[in-house]
């Protein structure tokens, strides 16, 4: 299944780039008009993250 906007954002910017949420979150209003809560971007990003760590 192929990632959704947000969580590719969330890996390219927040786990490769090592930008805050906050960045995340900017980019997304600024390049698709994506208005995410905080508390739903740190959800997946944990969620991303821990993914990681159970393939690993």
């Not at 590719?8 to 780039?17: C, D, K, T, W």
């Not at 971007?41 to 821990?50: C, T």
């Amino acid at each position: 299944m192929e990632k959704g906007l947000i969580n590719r954002a969330l890996e390219r910017l927040n786990v490769s780039e090592f930008k805050d949420l906050a960045e995340v979150k900017q980019y997304l209003i600024m390049k698709y008009r994506i208005d995410v809560e905080d508390a739903v971007l740190k959800k997946r990003l944990e969620k991303i993250l821990h993914e990681e760590k159970a393939v690993a």
